[in-house]
């Protein structure tokens, strides 16, 4: 049997989530039995591939490169977990939401700048006027809430994704199960 392709994604978030699926410890060692991670921050590939069996990802959606990136991973994965609060719910970066971007930009580089006042237009990707979790952008097949799901609830949802096993997490909702 070959192994599946598994992906992990890390969009507007703190990446507490990629933390707490790293704090699987050993338990990674016998995930790597089964699936190759093929697209991480924790690896070194550049270009998502055109085929991912799962996709796990973190953070909301706040900016148009955050949006076309989702957008491709749902167009390349058979699977897209929603993988913590951020994705499931928009959490923490969703607070500048009544703000806007403007004023949150003007803060962290106009205002509080003691060198070279100016907001980066770079570096800095384009933000939407309003964050959103992932669903709301593209089709998510499980949400995996959690700020951020521990490292308890990631092995049991994988080893059941993998599986193709019923996922048996009472906190875990999955459409069309």
């Known amino acids: 049997m070959s192994k599946l392709k598994l992906a992990t994604v890390w969009l507007d978030g703190c990446s507490g989530c990629h933390m707490s699926f790293l704090d699987m410890d050993e338990r990674l060692l016998t995930l790597a039995e089964l699936v190759d991670i093929v697209y991480s921050p924790i690896?070194?590939?550049?270009?998502?591939?055109d085929e991912v069996d799962i996709a796990l990802v973190e953070g909301a959606v706040a900016s148009v490169d955050d949006e076309k990136k989702i957008r491709k991973i749902r167009a390349h994965s058979k699977m897209l977990v929603?993988?913590?609060?951020?994705?499931?719910?928009?959490?923490?970066?969703?607070?500048?939401?009544?703000f806007g971007p403007e004023p949150i930009l003007d803060r962290a580089y106009i205002e509080t700048a003691t060198i070279q006042p100016q907001i980066p237009c770079v570096v800095v990707p384009q933000l939407l006027r309003v964050v959103k979790p992932i669903h709301e952008f593209v089709k998510v097949d499980v949400f995996l809430p959690g700020c951020p799901p521990s490292a308890d609830t990631f092995y049991t949802a994988l080893t059941a994704l993998i599986q193709g096993a019923p996922l048996d997490i009472p906190a875990l909702t999955r459409f069309g199960a």
């Open 43 to 49: 690896v070194d590939t550049k270009d998502y591939p």
């Open 82 to 98: 929603a993988m913590g609060d951020c994705a499931v719910a928009g959490n923490v970066p969703s607070m500048r939401n009544p």
